[in-house]
């Protein structure tokens, strides 16, 4: 495992394109291909979408990123808050199979997080929750 | 993010460059509001430069769609690519609208 990138911000709007671009140029290095990279921009924005809009209620707070890779030629990006206890995993998938008059405005966040990744883990450790995004660094990528 | 509009007969087309994410969304979904409250109601948006789309974007675009449905107008996307086309996919807005390959094909298809 080698640690490629760390960046802890106030967990605001304001530092979305920064981290969003940080991750991007950590995934180009390790040769993802550029539609790759949007796929998982896509995915982290998610992450980091939710961070900013309900981890801290009314107070502040950070979100740390630390890209790293992991076993088996995997890139990791590990996304931290402090702030209220959410695993993402329990969340329901949304119905995509309804039509416009009954199809749900949200819920597509998490469930896009789950098909343009990997692997996608959570964990609560002390206070942090914990989101792991996994991404396979195959050779055709 | 980049709009830019043309109107082909009643037909508007949009054509949308860029990224519509958490940041973009909320302009993206108020300038197609505002078109259709000028009266327009049938749209082609062309994503032929679309790099990247969230689900902001896809909640935005639902949420055009729905308005458009009261007001018995249609919604059309042309030029789906790499990322964007990935995430129509998954998210079922493939079976949920009617997409096609060029302006022109959905032109001729309309």
Redesign the interface.
């Known amino acids: 495992m080698e640690i490629l990138l760390k960046i802890q911000r106030p967990a605001r709007?304001e530092n979305?394109?920064y981290i969003l671009d940080m991750i991007g140029s950590c995934a180009k290095k390790q040769g993802l291909s550029?539609?790759r990279i949007?796929?998982i921009?896509?995915a982290v924005?998610?992450v980091?979408?939710n961070i900013f809009n309900y981890a801290y209620k009314d107070k502040e707070g950070d979100v740390r990123v630390v890209c790293k890779t992991g076993q088996g030629s995997t890139f990791i990006i590990e996304i931290t808050d402090t702030g209220i206890p959410f695993d993402p995993i329990s969340v329901a998938e949304p119905d995509?199979?309804q039509?416009?008059?009954m199809?749900q405005?949200?819920g597509?966040?998490i469930?896009?997080i789950r098909?343009?990744t990997d692997d996608f883990r959570y964990r609560r450790e002390g206070n942090k929750n914990i989101q792991e995004l996994v991404i396979k660094l195959t050779p055709h990528d | 993010m980049e709009i830019t509009t043309r109107q082909k007969k009643d037909i508007t087309i949009v054509t949308v460059k860029g990224r519509i994410?958490?940041?973009t969304a909320p302009e993206f979904e108020n300038y197609l509001s505002e078109l259709i409250s000028q009266g327009r109601r049938n749209f082609i948006i062309n994503c032929d430069g679309l790099?990247?789309?969230?689900?902001?974007g896809?909640?935005s675009i639902?949420?055009i769609?729905?308005k458009l449905?009261t007001e018995q107008g249609n919604i059309y996307f042309s030029g789906l690519k790499?990322?964007v086309e990935?995430?129509f996919k998954?998210?079922?807005f493939y079976?949920?609208f009617k997409i096609y390959d060029s302006d022109a094909s959905a032109l001729n298809s309309i």
Request: one cysteine or more; glycine letters at 8%.
């Open positions: 709007l979305f394109n550029e539609k949007n796929e921009c896509i924005e998610e980091l979408m995509i199979t039509d416009i008059d199809r405005i949200g597509m966040g469930f896009l098909k343009l | 994410d958490g940041v790099e990247y789309i969230s689900s902001a896809l909640r639902l949420i769609a729905k449905k790499d990322a990935e995430v998954i998210s079922g079976s949920l």
